[in-house]
């Protein structure tokens, strides 16, 4: 029996194996990496800012999107500082959750390159307190949630939702159609996060607005097949989680990519430029969904066959002590 189990296992990963080389073969016989279109949404700082670095040094034109200029047009001359021959990156400034910006972007990609053949996207917002600690209900206290505390928290999911979900939403309405239109191997790229689908405690808004999103691109995938679509969902990254808090006093939100340490020096977590690779290999050997470390999908498995244990390390892991 083990040895059969084994034996499966082997021709599975054959199999597998040769399907992304295939793939990777197809998508680069069919469009060259010095010819392709990549728009990356979120791209002024983490691990977009990464991506657009890597597209740019392997000669692929760029489009980078954020909500600041002067961070945009700051990637905008990093990406053309790695590549002095590529004359194909711009810049633009966009809030990926206004419509008439994802229309003009959408309009710009037109009008510069004729179209588009990959979209990362790699913008959203993080929250970082306990639901009903936003509430003003602290874990020691015996205390109902009151009106005004309740408002808060709706508030502030409104807020996370904005930026985790409708802003994805309406990158896909705004882009799915162009995209299909005018490449011959179009891709879309969403970085999630590994709060997606395993749940920690301080994160309830943040993995639950991020899973949301996770779940509609998954859904798009079944909807658009000629559309590769792909999914990475990375732990821990370094860099500044709180600096797009929405649940924070007297915070104005901002972009990021992914979950990360709280503190912006810090060297704990995965490294953007490691992430950043990672995605641009989904993209081109059309990986579906990619966790980083890998051996996260192992945590995913477990939670469905032992939730408590993984329950407990999140607590652990996050210094939550339950009332």
């Known amino acids: 029996m083990l040895s059969s189990t084994w034996t499966l296992f082997f021709a599975l990963s054959v199999v597998f194996g040769i399907r992304i080389y295939t793939h ?37 034109k760029v489009c980078v999107v954020g909500r600041r200029d002067d961070k945009v047009m700051a990637v905008v001359a990093e990406c053309r500082a790695r590549n002095s021959t590529l004359k194909g990156t711009i810049g633009t400034t966009a809030d990926i959750v206004n419509v008439k910006d994802m229309v003009r972007v959408r309009s710009i990609l037109e009008e510069e390159w004729g179209g588009i053949d990959t979209v990362i996207v790699s913008a959203g917002v993080s929250a970082t307190r306990p639901l009903l600690e936003i509430a003003g209900v602290g874990l020691q206290q015996d205390l109902d949630a009151s009106e005004e505390g309740i408002q808060v928290a709706l508030n502030v999911a409104e807020a996370a939702t904005k930026g985790n979900f409708l802003g994805p939403l309406i990158a896909a309405v705004s882009l799915i159609p162009i995209l299909k239109r005018t490449s011959k191997s179009p891709s879309v790229l969403l970085i999630s996060s590994l709060g ?32 590769c679509f792909s999914f ?20 104005q939100p901002a972009q990021v990519t992914v979950g990360t340490t709280s503190n912006p020096n810090s060297t704990s977590g995965l490294k953007s430029y490691y992430v950043a690779k990672q995605c641009i290999q989904a993209v081109d050997y059309s990986e579906k969904v990619v966790f980083i470390p890998r051996t996260m999908r192992i945590g995913h498995l477990l939670y469905w066959i032992w939730p408590g244990l993984i329950e407990n390390k999140a607590r652990k892991k996050y210094g939550f002590t339950p009332k």
């Open 24 to 60: 990777k073969r197809q998508r680069a016989s069919v469009i060259r990496r010095d010819k392709e279109r990549v728009l990356i949404l979120g791209a002024s700082s983490g691990i977009g800012r990464e991506i657009a670095h890597q597209y740019a040094a392997r000669g692929a």
């Open 196 to 227: 997606a689908v395993i749940p920690a405690p301080t994160r309830t808004l943040y993995g639950s607005t991020k899973s949301a999103s996770l779940l509609l691109y998954q859904a798009l995938a079944i909807e658009h097949p000629s559309i």
């Open 232 to 251: 990475v969902l990375p732990s821990t990254v370094a860099g500044d989680f709180r600096a797009s808090a929405v649940d924070q006093s007297n915070s």
